[in-house]
């Protein structure tokens, strides 16, 4: 009998139903019971990884220690649990083909013909598998991207299928997440839209055992008893998720309904302990009710679609939380920011972040913000692409450099202040190389980061990025006063810049939102949001005075 425990969560009926919000919170209640636990995602689409997929397609790509480009979701599961995830935790249907493929052309299936079933299904159960046999985990999570019915899908459900037949019973469940729409014209919630996805899985050979069910509307006791019966689940498998004010209230509502209870019964393991959430509970009440409110301006070229920089969002919640106080974003897209508009559309901002991003697309936008920030001394913070227009932008208005540019943007620029890595140079290929993953980064001591950092002077950080701070400009932009106050040693390339005349004033080449947890906000979001607080207290007495 394996030590380990699978839990898969399917979805029905819609897509973006949250699907990765549900597998967060029921790790999240298991933790917090003691059992070790971990979730995976298998995403469909052919793409190797999320690296070279539009924000707008799919939202941001997120980026993990070892790393991996991944989806959305690892963001969740790592903000809700706190606990590292890996290129382990993230396969699309592309790893899973490439793998195979490599594998005939090697000739490791001796002259078989190779086909979805079985070698298909046999990668895609052998990578479900890799953390269960780590000896890590109690319990394994996988969440399986898409909707029950889709084509892509097929393999992944028919892989699940063998792996619960495999694993015997109580040692793998499937819960079922779908919608019941409300129809306000017949004024009631409809449930056969559930029926047929349930009915779909069912065709593949998969019955669910956990019934999820998101709503508008309090689902009745009636309901939920049509639902069991024609759903083949017991009434108390029928678990209902409404709409909640944040995802962070989704654990302590799961709980309510019972779903950890539900899902232990179900895979044999003792339910005898409450799940500790006074931490989650204290964060969320400070969340829920702050003592004050601030409002940042966050600019980005792909602000239409919140995902783009689910992250960072996310983010300033965990900050916000720590410091007690309302992070009112207000995304402005960089194109829109002209030179005649720009003190207009930085108005009643009390903090500005520029956003990473790639492409020229928006770029002196992003540099008016910052000369607005620099020159105001409005609390900025520049990640990634926003340091870069940091540098930029100070090298073409303190220094002098007028046609100051980055080589991504401009290949003939005569001051090129960001350019390629000469390991860069050579890259054809787009996807997974770049400077991926945990670099470590020195801090200089008695800096303003140093203290954000609460005096820590090495850290590690998570990047994702091609372009780099040119060093043949460090000393001429140093002396007239920016100062690098983080750099990579093994590599000389630049982490960190500061202003030491402004009051806060920080560019970094990384990714810091990538590491902030409900349990341990990023003390570069805590910094800034701290001192968007201070800067808004001084603007308030100074109109006062």
Same mark, same amino acid.
């Given at each position: 009998?394996?030590?380990?425990?699978?839990?898969?969560?399917?979805?029905?009926?819609?897509?973006?139903?949250?699907?990765?919000?549900?597998?967060?919170?029921?790790?999240?209640?298991?933790?917090?019971?003691?059992?070790?636990?971990?979730?995976?995602?298998?995403? /469909?689409?052919?793409?190797?990884?999320?690296?070279?997929?539009?924000?707008?397609?799919?939202?941001?790509?997120?980026?993990?220690?070892?790393?991996?480009?991944?989806?959305?979701?690892?963001?969740?599961?790592?903000?809700?649990?706190?606990?590292?995830?890996?290129?382990?935790?993230?396969?699309?249907?592309?790893?899973?083909?490439?793998?195979?493929?490599?594998?005939?052309?090697?000739?490791?299936?001796?002259?078989?013909?190779?086909?979805?079933?079985?070698?298909?299904?046999?990668?895609?159960?052998?990578?479900?598998?890799?953390?269960?046999?780590?000896?890590?985990?109690?319990?394994?999570?996988?969440? *399986?991207?898409?909707?029950?019915?889709?084509?892509?899908?097929? /393999?992944?459900?028919?892989?699940?299928?063998?792996?619960?037949?495999?694993?015997?019973?109580?040692?793998?469940?499937?819960?079922?997440?779908?919608?019941?729409?409300?129809?306000?014209?017949?004024?009631?919630?409809?449930?056969?839209?559930?029926?047929?996805?349930?009915?779909?899985?069912?065709?593949?050979?998969?019955?669910?055992?956990?019934?999820?069910?998101?709503?508008?509307?309090?689902?009745?006791?009636?309901?939920?008893?049509?639902?069991?019966?024609?759903?083949?689940?017991?009434?108390?498998?029928?678990?209902?998720?409404?709409?909640?004010?944040?995802?962070?209230?989704?654990?302590?509502?799961?709980?309510?309904?019972?779903?950890?209870?539900?899902?232990?019964?179900?895979?044999?393991?003792?339910?005898?302990?409450? /799940?500790?959430?006074?931490?989650?509970?204290?964060?969320?009440?400070?969340?829920?009710?702050?003592?004050?409110?601030?409002?940042?301006?966050?600019?980005?070229?792909?602000?239409?679609?919140?995902?783009?920089?689910?992250?960072?969002?996310?983010?300033? *919640?965990?900050?916000?939380? *720590?410091?007690?106080?309302?992070?009112?974003?207000?995304?402005?897209?960089?194109?829109?920011?002209?030179?005649?508009?720009?003190?207009?559309?930085?108005?009643?901002?009390?903090?500005?972040?520029?956003?990473?991003?790639?492409?020229?697309?928006?770029?002196?936008?992003?540099?008016?913000?910052?000369?607005?920030?620099?020159?105001?001394?409005?609390?900025?913070?520049?990640?990634?692409?926003?340091?870069?227009?940091?540098?930029?932008?100070?090298?073409?208005?303190?220094?002098?450099?007028?046609?100051?540019?980055?080589?991504?943007?401009?290949?003939?620029?005569?001051?090129?202040?960001?350019?390629?890595?000469?390991?860069?140079?050579?890259?054809?290929?787009?996807?997974?190389?770049?400077?991926?993953?945990?670099?470590?980064?020195?801090?200089?001591?008695?800096?303003?980061?140093?203290?954000?950092?609460?005096?820590?002077?090495?850290?590690?950080?998570?990047?994702?990025?091609?372009?780099?701070?040119?060093?043949?400009?460090?000393?001429?932009?140093?002396?007239?006063?920016?100062?690098?106050?983080?750099?990579?040693?093994?590599?000389?390339?630049?982490?960190?810049?500061?202003?030491?005349?402004?009051?806060?004033? *920080?560019?970094?080449?990384?990714?810091?939102?990538?590491?902030?947890?409900?349990?341990?906000?990023? /003390?570069?979001?805590?910094?800034?949001?701290?001192?968007?607080?201070?800067?808004?207290?001084?603007?308030?007495?100074?109109?006062?005075?």
């Amino acid at each position: 009998m394996p030590d380990t425990k699978y839990v898969f969560v399917t979805g029905g009926v819609t897509s973006s139903l949250g699907k990765g919000i549900i597998a967060a919170s029921l790790a999240k209640l298991l933790q917090a019971r003691g059992y070790k636990t971990t979730i995976q995602k298998l995403d /469909p689409y052919i793409n190797v990884d999320p690296g070279t997929l539009n924000p707008y397609e799919h939202g941001e790509c997120y980026v993990t220690d070892d790393g991996a480009e991944t989806d959305l979701d690892l963001g969740h599961y790592e903000r809700f649990l706190n606990v590292k995830t890996s290129q382990a935790n993230n396969v699309t249907t592309g790893r899973i083909y490439q793998s195979v493929i490599e594998k005939e052309r090697r000739g490791e299936f001796l002259g078989k013909t190779v086909q979805v079933v079985p070698h298909i299904t046999n990668e895609i159960k052998e990578r479900i598998q890799i953390l269960g046999n780590s000896g890590e985990y109690d319990i394994v999570i996988t969440e *399986i991207g898409g909707t029950v019915g889709d084509i892509e899908s097929l /393999p992944y459900i028919e892989a699940v299928r063998q792996l619960l037949w495999e694993l015997g019973d109580n040692n793998g469940i499937v819960i079922h997440l779908t919608l019941v729409p409300y129809l306000s014209a017949a004024g009631e919630l409809k449930t056969k839209p559930t029926q047929h996805s349930v009915k779909t899985l069912m065709e593949s050979g998969i019955k669910a055992d956990i019934l999820v069910c998101r709503t508008e509307h309090e689902l009745s006791d009636d309901i939920k008893q049509k639902l069991a019966l024609f759903c083949n689940v017991k009434k108390e498998a029928v678990i209902q998720s409404i709409d909640a004010s944040t995802i962070y209230d989704v654990p302590v509502m799961m709980q309510d309904e019972g779903l950890d209870t539900v899902a232990l019964q179900k895979l044999g393991l003792p339910d005898n302990t409450v /799940p500790d959430l006074d931490q989650w509970n204290e964060f969320l009440d400070r969340h829920k009710h702050p003592k004050s409110e601030v409002t940042i301006g966050l600019i980005g070229k792909y602000v239409e679609l919140q995902d783009s920089y689910k992250s960072i969002l996310e983010s300033f *919640i965990h900050a916000g939380a *720590i410091n007690e106080v309302k992070v009112n974003i207000r995304p402005i897209h960089s194109e829109h920011i002209t030179a005649k508009n720009f003190e207009e559309k930085m108005k009643g901002l009390q903090g500005i972040l520029v956003a990473p991003g790639f492409g020229e697309r928006g770029i002196e936008g992003k540099i008016k913000a910052v000369r607005y920030a620099r020159e105001n001394n409005i609390p900025f913070l520049g990640i990634c692409l926003g340091m870069q227009m940091a540098v930029i932008e100070f090298a073409r208005n303190v220094v002098g450099l007028k046609d100051a540019n980055s080589t991504e943007m401009d290949g003939g620029t005569e001051h090129p202040v960001i350019s390629l890595m000469e390991a860069q140079k050579s890259v054809t290929n787009k996807g997974g190389t770049m400077r991926l993953g945990a670099w470590d980064c020195e801090i200089l001591e008695g800096t303003l980061v140093h203290k954000v950092y609460h005096g820590q002077t090495s850290i590690s950080e998570r990047h994702r990025h091609r372009y780099e701070f040119n060093n043949d400009y460090k000393e001429e932009l140093e002396k007239a006063g920016m100062l690098a106050s983080g750099i990579n040693k093994e590599t000389g390339l630049v982490e960190i810049i500061e202003l030491p005349s402004h009051p806060w004033f *920080i560019g970094v080449q990384y990714h810091p939102e990538y590491k902030s947890t409900v349990a341990s906000p990023h /003390p570069l979001f805590v910094g800034f949001v701290k001192a968007v607080l201070l800067h808004k207290r001084q603007q308030t007495n100074a109109s006062l005075a």
